[in-house]
């Protein structure tokens, strides 16, 4: 037998939900950073745009190339700042020839900054592009003295 206070279960349940309804808030959206990045801003600040000669590739299928320079400068003050722009980028072979292994955008940059150094009605700026796979084949005879400082010795 039930205790005599006790109101039914049923009886309670009906009458709570039927005179105080019950409304459960939505909780508020996630809060927005102010200082986050905008959605796929990764993907577009480093795309992966191939320059015009690394479309246009090589029939060796290599990207990195050997390309020797070869300068004819007429006035000695650009001489010597196409001589430096030369060693920044490759070794010197002759006086006026260097050789340079670059992949074909940075070969790109080097070109064009070589371009805006020589005054193109006197001064001449040859490059030759071989591929690495190719360059094993190139054969030299005699002595020669590389300007590039050693990196490290292997024994």
Same mark, same amino acid.
């Given at each position: 037998?039930? !205790? ?43 795309? $992966? ?16 190339? $050997? ?11 650009? $001489? ?33 900054? $070589? ?29 020669? !003295? ?10």
């Amino acid at each position: 037998m039930p !205790h005599r206070y006790a109101t039914p279960l049923s009886r309670l349940r009906a009458s709570a939900f039927d005179a105080y309804p019950v409304t459960i808030p939505k909780p508020p959206p996630p809060a927005q950073n102010p200082f986050a990045p905008p959605e796929g801003w990764w993907e577009n600040a480093f795309r $992966l745009v191939l320059s015009p000669s690394e479309a246009s590739g090589h029939r060796c299928g290599t990207r990195q190339m $050997l390309t020797l320079i070869a300068y004819d400068i007429t006035e000695p003050k650009r $001489l010597h700042k196409v001589a430096v722009l030369c060693e920044d980028f490759g070794m010197r072979i002759q006086y006026s020839v260097f050789e340079c292994r670059l992949e074909a955008d940075r070969f790109d940059i080097f070109w064009n900054r $070589l371009n805006d150094l020589i005054d193109p009605t006197s001064d001449r700026v040859t490059a030759y592009t071989i591929c690495l796979a190719c360059a094993r084949n190139i054969r030299d005879a005699g002595i020669q !003295h590389h300007s590039e400082k050693a990196v490290a010795y292997v024994f």
